[in-house]
Every structure is written in C-alpha cells, then in structure tokens.
C-alpha cells in the first residue's frame, strides 16, 4: 500500500466517485462522465444535503472525500467545514477541482483510492468519510474499510443497493454473507436512504443506497481476529448449498474428524447453511479455528 501523492496520477482501474454536480468555478466544459471509470455524478441537490447532514461532520474532524467527481459533494462539505482532503483518480476531474477549489481548502490526492493508506491520512485524528462509490469498487472499498478501521471514525457511503443489502442482511436471507459479518464486526452500518438513477447524470441502471457506518471498539473484531475470520467464512460460504459441517470438511486438513471437533467446540449445529449462523457464531468459530494466532 502507497503513502497518498499529493496531486500525481497513477493506475486508473476505477473511476472516481459518481458524486457531482454541473460546471462551476470558471469550467465551462466540465469533463464527461466515463463510463470505463463507472461514473455517474450525483445531481439531486437535496441528496446531497442530507449526505452531509448524516455525516454531520465537526469543523475540526479530519475529512476525506472518496472520488469528489465535478465537486458537488466537496463544494457541500466545505460549507460547514473549512478543509477537507479527498482522492480522485481522473486526472481530468482532478483539474477540474483545482480550477473550483483553492489548496488550502481541498488537498486533492490524485491516486486510485485502493492504493492510499488510510493510516498516512489519520496521523492527527481518525477520519470522518463521505463518498459516492463507483460500483465497480464498492466491495472493495468496504473491504478497504474493515482492514483499516482503525483510521476511521465514521462514514457516510453510497453504494449500490445490492451491495447495500448484503452489507445490512440478516442471518438467514440470501444477502447474508462474509461481507456482511466482517462490515458488521467492524462497523455499525445504517442503511439511511436510497436513491432513483433519476439522482444521476448519466442515469446508472441501478438503485443506489446511501448508508452510515459508525465505528464499533476495538475489542469487536480484534486484529488477530481478522485472519482467521476471514478463513472461516472463506471455507462456510464456499457452497451455500451446502450445510456448515460439509463445507467445514472440505476446508480443514483433518477432514470430518476436525470439522465435528470444531463444532461441538463451539455448540454450533453442523447441519445448518452458513447463511443461518449469526455473527456470534463465526466469531466463536474463528477463535477456535487451527493455526489461530492469539495476541
């Protein structure tokens, strides 16, 4: 992972956020919307306004804007705080930000938001995020998220509502799965509202969700928690079809033996899909889990 570069480009593999509003700022031809950069920009004015009403950032908060497009969402955020940072990997759009916004405002890293390292952004204090993310990298940026959630405080995300759904499902439904335990460890995420492709221009073919996620302790997924976690949901979700100890045996080296062990470990019923246990019980089953390392 890179330490954010200030005002450089590198790797376009996604686009920047879908979030922006019409030419402002002296720009009269604004860049189009790419579609290999998934971009739709957020029109709907009252949308964005409670955007940042739910992130209700402090004038003192440190705060990121995920993939700022044309600056709609920017230009709302620095009416109530006087300085934000945000990434934007379209170097089009990058300049098109400066020409709106002067530096000691915006400090504008130019880079693919995958590769800037959360921790060189929160050295002073934790971040406060808004963003309106391209499709093509919302599971990673929620994955993102989790990993690094030691350097986020809070944020308001929007995503697609299939992601949407998956990040906020119940045990026991189709959208229930390893997304959804490790967000959910992590974070307390809201689903707030969604929005009609009518919010965006050029119109997306989907319905978008707007969601908040507010940091959980620290002790709720520990960092010697993850690895394990990971593997275990890595090995219940391989074949949702298939019940819990069946995947369990495919996964482990001692096979049958290991995975009944495993179970009566935890008091977990073997004959359930994976999409039945509840978090608790992934969790108890990544503290069991062979080769854990523990703090």
């Known amino acids: 992972m890179l330490p954010p570069r200030v005002s450089s480009f590198a790797g376009r593999r996604q686009s920047s956020t879908r979030d922006a509003g019409g030419p402002g700022g002296g720009a009269p031809d604004?860049?189009?919307a790419r579609k290999?950069?998934?971009?739709?920009?957020?029109?709907d004015t009252v949308a964005i306004r409670r955007i940042v009403a739910a992130l209700a950032p402090g004038a003192s908060e440190n705060v990121l804007e995920i993939g700022p497009g044309r600056g709609a969402l920017t230009e709302a955020l620095l009416a109530v705080v006087?300085?934000?940072?945000a990434v934007e990997i379209d170097r089009d759009l990058a300049a098109l930000l400066r020409s709106r916004f002067?530096?000691?405002?915006?400090?504008?890293?130019?880079?693919?938001?995958?590769?800037?390292?959360?921790?060189?952004l929160a050295r002073q204090a934790q971040l406060v995020i808004a963003g309106?993310?391209?499709?093509n990298i919302s599971k990673?940026?929620?994955?993102?998220?989790?990993?690094?959630r030691r350097s986020v405080l809070r944020a308001v995300l929007m995503f697609q509502r299939e992601v949407a759904d998956r990040l906020t499902a119940l045990p026991g439904t189709g959208a229930y799965g390893p997304l959804t335990v490790l967000a959910g460890r992590a974070y307390r995420i809201e689903r707030l509202f969604d929005l009609a492709p009518g919010a965006f221009h050029p119109r997306p073919k989907v319905v978008s969700t707007v969601t908040r996620w507010t940091s959980r302790e620290a002790g709720d997924l520990p960092e010697s928690l993850v690895a394990p976690l990971k593997a275990v949901l890595g090995a219940a979700f391989a074949h949702r079809r298939q019940t819990l100890r069946k995947n369990l045996r495919a996964a482990l080296r001692g096979g049958d033996d290991d995975a009944v062990a495993l179970l009566a470990q935890t008091g977990l019923d073997g004959a359930l899909r994976a999409e039945r246990i509840p978090p608790e019980g992934f969790v108890a089953l990544?503290?069991?889990?062979?080769?854990?390392?523990?703090?």
């Open 82 to 85: 006087p300085s934000i940072s």
């Open 140 to 148: 990673p940026v929620a994955m993102k998220l989790v990993l690094e």
């Open 102 to 120: 002067p530096a000691d405002r915006l400090r504008l890293i130019e880079e693919d938001v995958l590769l800037v390292a959360f921790e060189s």
């Open 36 to 43: 290999r950069f998934g971009q739709n920009f957020l029109t």
């Open 286 to 295: 990544a503290h069991a889990w062979p080769g854990r390392r523990t703090p």
């Open 30 to 32: 604004p860049p189009r």
């Open 132 to 135: 309106n993310l391209p499709y």
